[in-house]
């Protein structure tokens, strides 16, 4: 599985961004799709995520009510709506597809993830 981030960008406080992450390869295996982040001090975490079967998500606290996950199952493509961004959100971005061989995740552990995107940096300042 081969995982391409776009979309990132610089933006001002208070704008918005949208992130796509398009998935190639063996793709039937397919099932969670996460975005985590890493900032300027070098902690990844994770910020959302996105069952490919069932579409439930998971959202980290610090992204409630202003990021939100969708996924095209069609495209294979799993978008990361930004909005009300904070110069906080800065960070390198990057898409990450479940180990095929978890049967439960939670959506927030890295390494629950078992294929990556090479990331897309996202600067949010004045």
């Known amino acids: 599985v081969q995982l391409v981030e776009s979309g990132g960008g610089s933006q001002q406080p208070g704008g918005s961004l949208r992130l796509s992450c398009k998935a190639s390869?063996?793709?039937?295996?397919?099932?969670?799709i996460g975005w985590f982040r890493r900032t300027e001090r070098k902690v990844r975490e994770g910020v959302a995520c996105?069952?490919?079967?069932?579409?439930?998500?998971y959202y980290a606290d610090f992204v409630q009510d202003r990021f939100t996950i969708s996924r095209d199952n069609v495209e294979n493509t799993v978008y990361l709506q930004m909005n009300s961004l904070k110069p906080e959100d800065t960070a390198v971005y990057y898409c990450?597809?479940?180990?095929?061989?978890?049967?439960?995740?939670?959506?927030?552990?890295?390494?629950?993830?078992?294929?990556w995107g090479q990331g897309t940096q996202v600067t949010v300042s004045l």
């Open positions: 996105i069952s490919m079967k069932d579409a439930s998500t």
């Open positions: 990450a597809a479940k180990d095929p061989n978890l049967e439960h995740y939670s959506g927030r552990a890295p390494y629950e993830f078992a294929y």
């Open positions: 390869g063996f793709t039937a295996d397919l099932n969670g």
